[in-house]
């Protein structure tokens, strides 16, 4: 049944078998799963049907194990390897448990997706080289997602766009019914089964206030403005265990001109190697040749929160202006040193200093951006232990960075079903988690490229197994 305005009219009296809160990747593997294993399924998603998918329209890969090269991948990514970046990046605070069945379970995901209607493409060249291990979507998250949601609507998982869940009533850590916002109006639906796979807390300022203090007002926010955490508050309040630290996040250096929300892909830096990086009193504060890609891109977005003013700027001259990718906008650029100053309000004096000492330091090398090369300063501190090259060839150029947020690991707690656990230690019967809410279990802190998409993909997919079993039973 359609309204007037061809809109398929969902009857809220009907209680349904699952319940799906959110749209993003974690929650359409649930609702596609769930609907597959033969339950009615309702997906409740906060935005409206253009923005829909949170952060998962600005994703490009998702990393799962193999045994051999595929189509699109060029070797193998065994489950051991995998097992071990993980291990490496999270320093061991992962529950190792959890991540192992992940890691055998993200080998299935790839035929899976693919099954949903999702096309891959393999990876372009440049600096990801993530050609083995990471599986890019053709047409980037968004086309991903719209196949994803193709697939659910034509295996009938009703939807409602622009659908803010606003309470959650639980029973005795049973879950019954959830209360919506929707055009104005509030409305409640009855489901014998919950999904949470509203992602993280990370566009809620006053919550990062909590933990981070008055400086969470200079983050931006890579994605959606969606994900508040309001869903996993309303869970901690109803004695479901939590898992991770509320400081712990993946953030990353991104443009100081980006929207506060939803700047995406395009508006990360990636050219610290290139150059020197100061903060707003005109000083170096790191080494910027310590790692090559990917451990280099995660640590900076905290690094610059270190700073005064949360704001920094990465300066490079012409030798380096074509050696990477740009953002989407263009450099700050200057003919002198002293006139990047006065464009970037730093204090000429001290930055023309600042670029002098380092200029001085750097010992001749044979520059390979591409391998830990032997340019390096010497008796600089910090030092430059890589890709160090003098700063002085005219034009120069500059980005103010800031730190972007990309999403929040504290989440609940969840076993190898996909069940939240209650603060008795027992798996709540009919609730569930996917996602970023519950990354803080795989993800104590660190990163690795795609492993946010393989989170949700295999546990979204878990869930709605899961929850279809528990109804349908
Ligand atoms: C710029 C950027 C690039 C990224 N690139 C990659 C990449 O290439 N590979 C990778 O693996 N990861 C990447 N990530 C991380 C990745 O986006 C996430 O890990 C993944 O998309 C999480 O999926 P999810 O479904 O849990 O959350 P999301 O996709 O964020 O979905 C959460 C959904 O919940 C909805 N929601 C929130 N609160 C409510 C509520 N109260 N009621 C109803 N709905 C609600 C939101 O509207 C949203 O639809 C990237 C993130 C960003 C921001």
């Known amino acids: 049944m359609t309204n007037l305005r061809g809109e398929i009219v969902i009857d809220l009296e009907q209680r349904f078998d699952v319940l799906v809160v959110g749209g993003g990747n974690a929650a359409l593997c649930a609702a596609i799963a769930a609907r597959r294993a033969g339950a009615s399924v309702l997906v409740v998603e906060a935005a409206s049907k253009f923005y829909r998918g949170g952060n998962t329209r600005h994703t490009r890969n998702m990393r799962c194990a193999h045994d051999s090269a595929t189509a699109v991948l060029t070797g193998p990514y065994r489950e051991e390897e995998f097992w071990d970046d993980l291990l490496r990046i999270t320093g061991g605070q992962t529950d190792e448990e959890l991540s192992r069945h992940m890691i055998h379970q993200s080998k299935d995901m790839l035929n899976w997706i693919v099954q949903q209607g999702v096309r891959f493409q393999p990876s372009l060249g440049g600096t990801l080289s993530l050609g083995r291990t990471n599986s890019f979507f053709l047409g980037g998250g968004r086309a991903m997602l719209n196949a994803l949601y193709r697939t659910a609507e034509g295996l009938g998982v009703k939807i409602l766009y622009g659908a803010e869940v606003t309470e959650i009533e639980i029973d005795h850590g049973v879950f019954q019914s959830a209360l919506f916002k929707q055009e104005g109006g509030t409305n409640r639906v009855h489901a014998k089964t919950l999904v949470a796979a509203s992602g ?268 279809a079993h528990y109804a349908c039973q």
Not at 294 to 301: E, F, L, N, Q, V
Request: with cysteine.
């Open 200 to 467: 993280g807390f990370e566009a809620n300022t006053e919550w990062l206030r909590e933990s981070w203090g008055d400086i969470a007002e200079n983050f931006l926010i890579r994605g959606t403005p969606n994900n508040r955490g309001t869903v996993l508050k309303m869970l901690m309040e109803n004695d479901v265990q939590t898992i991770g630290d509320p400081t712990q996040c993946h953030a990353v250096a991104i443009d100081a001109r980006a929207p506060k929300f939803d700047g995406g892909i395009i508006t990360r830096l990636d050219c610290v190697v290139f150059g020197i990086v100061v903060n707003k009193h005109a000083q170096r504060f790191y080494d910027e040749g310590e790692d090559v890609w990917p451990k280099r891109y995660a640590i900076w977005g905290r690094l610059v929160a270190a700073q005064p003013g949360q704001i920094a700027n990465i300066v490079f001259d012409a030798s380096s202006l074509k050696l990477f990718m740009p953002s989407l906008f263009p450099p700050v650029k200057a003919d002198t040193i002293a006139e990047l100053a006065v464009k970037l309000s730093l204090d000429p004096q001290i930055f023309e200093k600042t670029v002098n000492d380092f200029n001085a330091a750097v010992r001749p090398g044979t520059f390979d951006h591409t391998t830990l090369d032997d340019c390096r300063t010497e008796g600089l501190s910090p030092a430059k232990t890589h890709w160090a090259r003098r700063i002085e060839t005219a034009p120069f150029y500059a980005y103010p960075v800031r730190p972007g947020i990309t999403f929040t690991y504290l989440g609940t707690r969840v076993n190898k079903e996909a069940h939240l656990i209650m603060k008795g230690d027992q798996p709540a019967a009919n609730m569930f988690a996917a996602g970023e809410i519950m990354a803080g279990n795989i993800l104590g802190r660190g990163y690795a490229a795609g492993i946010g998409m393989t989170i949700g993909s295999v546990f979204g997919r878990i869930a709605g197994q899961g929850a």
